[in-house]
């Protein structure tokens, strides 16, 4: 499988090649991909050295598959030339999410939807990732009528130059004016301002949210709203769920249902002191759902606690499990079904 990863230099493109080698993703050439001040670089991918190479390089190479975590106005204006030459694109930017031609994927939720035909597919946002992981199997059993969010994202979301925000404010350094990520200190700092403000003062992030949800699931008429905070933590995103359901629950089959599902670890004792913190998420694969209880304020109300890295699960992870659906379902690759 020839593999092109495009942004390998970034944050995410590291924890990608991490990811592919643990998955032992079958690579038998890597194209470590990037921008022009990058190319010509060496990057170390299972004890070998590879030089960086460009865009124009790499779709000449034509990949099998080509995993883009380079920002949106990258993936728009390189992701259909790679396309062209037949390659498969699995792109993590915001650029072909809400585009009605492209698939929105998470595997355990819909990677079934995807065809030969699909040659770029887009990874949701790293925040809807985890929730939607937990919400599918509750949705599909007792239908999901509305969804009030309240994330706790990690400054690694940001990118590189938030760590380094992070990194010099922890030391006592007054960051300069380009070294900044944000509009305000984010170490010992909670901000309640993740992307932009649109018109309607919600953020991108927040409306990210609700928009994406409603694809994944298929389904338009869950209300949702959302309020997302950056918060000075490495080792992932955390967000607290209320859900109404159309239908009635019992607490113990939810806890039960969600255990049962793939690719969620329940971590539910409060009697223990046990509950998923981003501290212990770092570095895993897994949504970790708990704090699993009714909200007695609301009839068919349910509060859960969801946590994942979200340089794994909410982004790098994510779109290697994308990359091995399609190998294993024969939808890329020389055995490569044909539209």
Same mark, same amino acid.
């Given at each position: 499988?020839? +593999?092109?990863? *495009?942004?390998v230099?970034?944050?995410?493109?590291?924890?990608?090649?991490k990811?592919? #080698?643990?998955?032992?993703f079958?690579?038998?050439?890597?194209?470590? *991909?990037?921008?022009?001040?990058?190319?010509?670089?060496?990057?170390?991918y299972?004890?070998?050295?590879?030089e960086v %190479?460009?865009?124009?390089t790499a779709i000449?190479?034509?990949?099998? %598959?080509?995993?883009?975590?380079?920002?949106?106005?990258?993936?728009?204006?390189?992701?259909?030339?790679?396309a062209?030459?037949?390659?498969?694109?699995i792109?993590?930017?915001?650029?072909?999410r809400?585009?009605?031609s492209?698939?929105?994927?998470v595997?355990?939720?819909?990677?079934?939807?995807?065809?030969?035909?699909?040659?770029?597919?887009?990874?949701?946002?790293?925040?809807?990732?985890?929730?939607?992981?937990?919400?599918a199997p509750?949705?599909?059993k007792?239908?999901?009528?509305?969804?009030?969010?309240s994330?706790?994202?990690?400054?690694t @979301?940001?990118?590189?130059?938030? %760590?380094?925000?992070?990194?010099?404010?922890?030391?006592g350094?007054?960051?300069?004016? #380009?070294?900044?990520?944000?509009?305000?200190?984010i170490?010992?700092?909670?901000?309640?301002?993740?992307?932009?403000?649109?018109?309607?003062?919600?953020?991108?992030?927040?409306m990210?949210?609700?928009?994406?949800?409603?694809?994944?699931? @298929?389904d #338009?008429?869950?209300?949702?709203?959302?309020?997302?905070?950056?918060?000075?933590?490495?080792?992932?995103?955390?967000?607290?769920?209320?859900i109404?359901?159309?239908?009635?629950?019992? *607490?113990?089959?939810?806890?039960?249902?969600?255990?049962?599902?793939?690719g969620?670890? *329940?971590?539910?004792?409060?009697? /223990?002191n046990?509950?998923? $913190?981003?501290?212990?998420?770092?570095?895993?694969?897994?949504?970790f759902?708990?704090?699993i209880?009714?909200?007695?304020?609301?009839a068919?109300?349910?509060?859960?606690?969801v946590?994942?890295?979200?340089?794994?699960?909410?982004?790098?992870?994510?779109?290697?499990?994308?990359? /091995?659906?399609? $190998?294993?379902?024969q939808?890329?690759?020389?055995?490569? +079904?044909?539209?």
């Amino acid at each position: 499988m020839r +593999v092109a990863v *495009v942004g390998v230099t970034g944050l995410v493109g590291t924890v990608m090649l991490k990811v592919l #080698d643990e998955h032992q993703f079958p690579v038998s050439e890597l194209i470590p *991909v990037a921008s022009a001040r990058s190319v010509g670089k060496k990057i170390t991918y299972q004890g070998k050295a590879y030089e960086v %190479v460009g865009m124009e390089t790499a779709i000449g190479m034509k990949p099998d %598959v080509a995993i883009f975590s380079a920002g949106g106005e990258t993936s728009k204006e390189w992701a259909p030339k790679f396309a062209e030459v037949g390659t498969t694109v699995i792109d993590n930017s915001s650029a072909w999410r809400m585009d009605p031609s492209k698939k929105l994927i998470v595997p355990e939720v819909n990677a079934s939807e995807l065809k030969p035909e699909d040659k770029i597919i887009a990874n949701p946002n790293c925040s809807t990732i985890q929730m939607v992981v937990a919400l599918a199997p509750l949705h599909r059993k007792y239908k999901i009528k509305r969804l009030v969010i309240s994330t706790y994202q990690s400054f690694t @979301g940001t990118g590189v130059k938030a %760590v380094k925000q992070y990194q010099l404010e922890s030391k006592g350094f007054e960051p300069k004016a #380009d070294e900044m990520a944000y509009n305000y200190q984010i170490f010992e700092n909670c901000l309640p301002h993740c992307d932009i403000f649109l018109e309607n003062d919600y953020t991108k992030e927040e409306m990210k949210l609700v928009h994406e949800t409603r694809k994944i699931l @298929g389904d #338009d008429s869950i209300g949702i709203t959302a309020t997302a905070v950056r918060v000075p933590v490495h080792g992932g995103h955390s967000e607290a769920i209320n859900i109404e359901f159309e239908e009635a629950f019992e *607490v113990e089959e939810v806890r039960q249902l969600l255990a049962e599902s793939s690719g969620i670890i *329940v971590q539910d004792d409060p009697a /223990q002191n046990k509950y998923p $913190m981003p501290l212990y998420a770092k570095n895993k694969n897994e949504v970790f759902v708990g704090r699993i209880r009714r909200d007695e304020s609301l009839a068919n109300g349910l509060n859960i606690w969801v946590v994942s890295d979200n340089l794994r699960k909410g982004a790098a992870t994510n779109a290697v499990q994308i990359a /091995q659906y399609l $190998m294993e379902k024969q939808l890329i690759g020389s055995d490569a +079904v044909t539209a």
